[in-house]
Every structure is written in C-alpha cells, then in structure tokens.
C-alpha cells in the first residue's frame, strides 16, 4: 500500500479527532474536524449518525488513527508491531515506544520541524546527522545516548526555521534533550507510555492483530 499523500484534514475527519498532521497550522488555522464533524465523502454525515461500532470497527479505527498519526504505511506498521510483539512489557506501550523513537518523529519531536511529514522531507534530502553521519532514512531506530543534528545547509530550510520559532513556545518531551542553539538534541531513555501525548488505545491494536 502506498503512502497517503492527500489532503491531511480528510484523514482527521475520518477518525473525527485532531491528528495535527500539519504541525503548527493545526494551531491556527480552522480545523476541518471543528466545521464538519463526520467523515468525509458523500455519506460521511449518515455514518456519523451511527453510534453503535462492532469490537472489530473500533480496533481498526484505533490502528487506522496511530498509523496516520506517525505517517506508516500498512507494511510498516505491520512490521514494528510484529518486531515489538517479542519484546518484553506490555506490547501496546512497547509499540508506541518504538513509532516515537523513528528518526522522522524524533526530528518533530525536537522542533526541527513542523510536521512528522515536513521532517521525513527534511531527513530525505540528507539535512540529519545522526552521530555525526548522515541518516537519509526516516525509519531509522533511535536510541538513547544517540546525537541527532541538523546539518548546516539545512539550517536555512524554512520548515526548519519556522518550526524552530514555533518551539520556543513549546517544551520538549521530558525523555529529550534539545540545545537549539547548535540545532542537535539526544534522546534520553526510551519514552513512557505518560510521556507519548498521543491520544490512541493502543491495546485495541494489539487485540487485532493478536486475532
């Protein structure tokens, strides 16, 4: 399956909630979601109408949601649940842990960029260092103690700056160092499921694909 590359709202309205696809623009411009609460399409206010969802709707819904909100496709998704599946602790969080720990959601994660999409663009056209080695795969795996840099010539890029001047506001994640000044950052420990402010459930994941 391809990655989706429509319009961002049209995916927030159909798991009728914010995904701040956008980054920064979900904070000021007027949401989709809040001017037209149904899905989209021709019948999206008839499905809205139905309240009742079976077990196996609301399970694919949540998965839907946690892999639009990190930008994977269906095999890659697939592929980290199978991999954390494994793992010791519970498979939900561990799933979680490793979609924040990517290389494209920690450069949004530090401010580098204003979207999860804008900083897979930025990572693509070689502007991240990863310990001092350029790291053009946004799928790259993370770990604590590792230095994460944007390299000089992106520096200028205007996704960078812009984002850089929206996370003044802001504060990192409590598992991230970040030293704007030098535009790098570490990441400190693998995050916790309280430290991940994404609004999912993720054992509904677990139970579907556990089927």
Known sequence: ?????????????????????????????????????????????????????????????????????????ERQFRNTFEKVATLPGITGHNLLAALESRLDNIVYRMGFAPSRRAA??????????????????????VTPGVEVRVRQHAREFVPVLGAMEQAKKGQ??????????????RMLEQPQRTAIPVPAQEQLVVELYSK
């Not at 990572?123 to 991240?128: D, F, L």
Request: hydrophobic share 25%; net charge positive; charged share 30%.
């Open 120 to 141: 897979r663009q930025i990572i693509r056209h070689r502007g991240v260092e990863v310990n001092g080695k350029t790291v053009d795969i946004p799928s790259y795996a």
């Open 172 to 185: 990192a994640p409590n598992w991230i160092a970040v030293d704007r000044d030098t535009f790098s950052g």
């Open 1 to 73: 399956m391809a990655r989706y590359t429509g319009p961002a709202c049209r995916q927030c309205r159909r798991e009728g909630t914010k995904l701040f696809l956008k980054g920064t623009k979900c904070f000021t411009e007027k949401c989709p979601v809040e001017r037209r609460p149904y899905p989209p399409g021709q019948h999206g206010q008839q499905a809205a109408r139905r309240k009742k969802m079976s077990e196996y709707a609301k399970q694919l819904r949540e998965k839907q949601k946690i892999k639009r909100i990190y930008g994977l496709s």
